[in-house]
């Protein structure tokens, strides 16, 4: 096995058991040059074992921790354990027939670029990185295994496969068929998941407790939900009485999916609206026609993929919130949020304060949310924890 060997004092992230070698940090390989995606030893510059890692050639992260233990082989005996212990970690969590759950986390379930979802009895993969990749077959077995009545989709067709030199690719590895929507039961409400088409894996199951904490205000309120998706939001607000929901999104596939979700929790389809149009400048609209609502949710897309785009990300989230507490009547609710992990809380929460003030309204942080806790945050991998939620009152 080729060895990795670390420049002088660049172990102290590893020794911290972050599980990132950067190119930088590199000193030189010593044996045969190792295929991408192959496992390889991590040794500081005076020898010391650190980790076995995936090696990833093109990427700046340059290899993945797997294991920090010396003793622990990189096997498929090895990816049954890591597999088992995740399944362990949401024991506590809604495991029930119809459920719908991240079982792998990524780095923060010790598989780095690894992701495996379960909506019902379909599970969806992603590889995403060129150790995830090499060891991909093995993994799907051992999925296979603990999981035998399930059908394995793959969506290894994010773009971060692109940094580390591998192609998009989706399709069925296991199982005959897989139906064009897949049910699941959220905290009581059906949702149809387009497990093909779907944005990620096909279903935002980070969001899952956030829609649940909406229930608690959502009685007898009128509700704009933008950036809907598939309409999760929106299904937590009927149940819980909300007088009229409209969703805003700029995918009408997406819309089409709200609205089936509505029908199908038997929800009266006159009390919700479907727009498809850009949230940015359908908000402008509302705030010249004078628009109000009494309960906002903001959930965009991420806005920031590197630190450079930051800045740009603030004058984004500005704007939305600035224009939602416009349109909040008085004791208006906004649950806004922010899913670029190079947003850190603290920031988010100053752009938030900053909007309110703009927009001349006195405003009250109510609560924090966070990812739901099968997006774990592995504790030596703060990246891991990316998605943010506040609810404010305008009053
Ligand atoms: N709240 C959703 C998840 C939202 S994901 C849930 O609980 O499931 C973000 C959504 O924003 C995507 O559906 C995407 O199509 C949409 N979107 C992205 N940019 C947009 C824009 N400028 N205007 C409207 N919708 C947008």
Not at 252 to 281: M, T, W, Y
Request: hydrophobic letters at 40%; proline letters at 4%.
């Amino acid at each position: 096995m080729a060895i990795l060997i670390l420049a002088k004092d660049k172990e102290r992230s590893l020794l911290r058991r972050h599980p990132w070698v950067f190119s930088g940090a590199v000193s030189r390989i010593v044996g045969k040059a190792p295929q991408p995606g192959e496992t390889v030893e991590v040794h500081a510059q005076n020898g010391r074992f650190l980790a076995r890692a995936a090696y990833s050639p093109q990427s700046q992260i340059r290899a993945r921790v797997w294991s920090f233990d010396e003793a622990e082989e990189i096997n498929a005996d090895f990816f049954r354990d890591r597999l088992k212990r995740a399944l362990r970690l949401r024991d506590v969590l809604d495991n029930s027939e119809a459920a719908a759950l991240r079982l792998v986390n990524a780095e923060s379930d010790g598989l780095p670029g690894v992701i495996v979802d379960r909506y019902a009895h379909v599970l969806v993969c992603q590889f995403l990185s060129q150790g995830a990749e090499f060891w991909r077959e093995t993994i799907v077995r051992e999925l296979q295994q603990i999981f035998p009545d399930h059908v394995i989709y793959e969506r290894s067709d994010s773009e971060v496969r692109s940094k580390e030199g591998l192609e998009l690719r989706t399709g069925l590895l296991v199982g005959k068929a897989l139906p064009d929507h897949v049910e699941i039961v959220e905290n009581g409400l059906r949702l149809l998941v387009d497990v093909r088409q779907g944005h990620k894996t096909g279903f935002y199951l980070d969001q899952r407790d956030s829609r649940f904490a909406l229930r608690q205000y959502a009685a007898g309120r009128e509700v704009l939900n933008c950036f809907s998706f598939s309409g999760g939001f929106s299904l937590s607000a009927l149940k819980a009485g909300a007088s009229r929901v409209t969703n805003v999104d700029m995918s009408q596939p997406a819309l089409d999916l709200a609205a089936r979700n509505i029908a199908l929790n038997g929800f009266d389809a006159g009390r919700s609206e479907h727009i498809c149009a850009d949230v940015f400048k359908l908000l402008r609209q509302f705030r010249d026609e004078e628009r109000r609502f009494d309960l906002i949710v903001l959930d965009p897309p991420k806005f920031a993929d590197s630190r450079g785009q930051v800045d740009r990300a603030c004058r984004g989230y500005k704007d939305i919130n600035l224009l939602a507490f416009t349109l909040l009547k008085p004791g208006g609710i906004l649950f806004t949020f922010s899913c670029s992990g190079l947003m850190e809380t603290g920031l988010f929460q100053k752009v938030v304060a900053d909007a309110a003030l703009d927009a001349g309204r006195d405003a009250r942080m109510l609560t924090r949310l966070g990812q739901a806790p099968d997006h774990p945050t592995g504790m030596a991998f703060p990246e891991g924890y990316y998605l943010k939620g506040l609810v404010c009152m305008a009053m």
